[in-house]
């Protein structure tokens, strides 16, 4: 299996998610609180399909969520990466991010999700990066604006039966750069 690094920063490093990788991903994927934005936790069948979903994204798109951990300890801590979505009838690659609650407000985030747009913007050269988030998860919101991003639109996802609205931010590269 390739557990290849993607990115390194001041104190993480972000690597392609590994069936290995189950249990720490369950321990995020089952708790309530962190899970709030997907209407809920999931079981472990949601757990391994989404882990198979981000393998799929690496081989398909070359891009997913990665797994994040801490240099100074290895220990896995969350999520964080590029996705494309579906956003005003075509494809948008978002930043998206989902943390281990002992490791909330500290900065890791805001951290990963910064390399993740430097690693678009330089990498893989693309122009603008999004983040969709629901209109009530303001912790989301302030990581999205401490990303260098701005609010600039807003739709309704539908999901597990409920009316989400969600907020676009976006970056653009030229903006970046300034
Ligand atoms: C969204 C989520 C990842 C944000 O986590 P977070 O801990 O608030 O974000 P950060 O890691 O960037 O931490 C920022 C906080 O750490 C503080 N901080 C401490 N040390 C810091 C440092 N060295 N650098 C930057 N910020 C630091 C900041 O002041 C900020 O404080 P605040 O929360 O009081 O504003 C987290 O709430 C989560 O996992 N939620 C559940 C999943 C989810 O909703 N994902 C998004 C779906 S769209």
Redesign the pocket.
């Known amino acids: 299996m390739n557990k290849s690094i993607i990115i390194e920063t001041e104190r993480l490093i972000l690597h392609r998610l590994v069936q290995t990788d189950f249990d720490n991903l369950r321990n995020i994927l089952r708790d309530e609180e962190?899970m709030?934005?997907y209407e809920g936790a999931f079981d472990d069948t949601e757990v391994q399909e989404w882990l198979d979903r981000q393998i799929n994204r690496y081989e398909n798109d070359g891009i997913g969520l990665y797994a994040v951990t801490l240099k100074a300890s290895s220990e896995f801590i969350?999520q964080c990466g590029l996705t494309m979505q579906d956003y005003n009838n075509s494809k948008v690659m978002e930043v998206?991010?989902?943390?281990r609650k002992e490791f909330?407000?500290?900065?890791?985030?805001?951290?990963a999700a910064i390399a993740c747009k430097e690693y678009a913007f330089n990498k893989l050269g693309v122009d603008k990066i999004y983040?969709i988030?629901?209109n009530t998860?303001t912790?989301?919101q302030?990581?999205a604006e401490?990303n260098g991003m701005v609010m600039i639109d807003q739709f309704v996802k539908h999901f597990k039966g409920v009316e989400m609205p969600h907020f676009v931010f976006l970056v653009k590269k030229e903006d970046y750069e300034k």
Not at 96 to 99: A, H, P, S, T, V
Not at 104 to 111: D, M, N, S, V
């Open positions: 962190v709030y934005a969350g998206g991010y989902l943390f909330w407000h500290q900065g890791y985030a805001t951290e983040s988030i629901r998860n912790a989301s302030k990581v401490r």
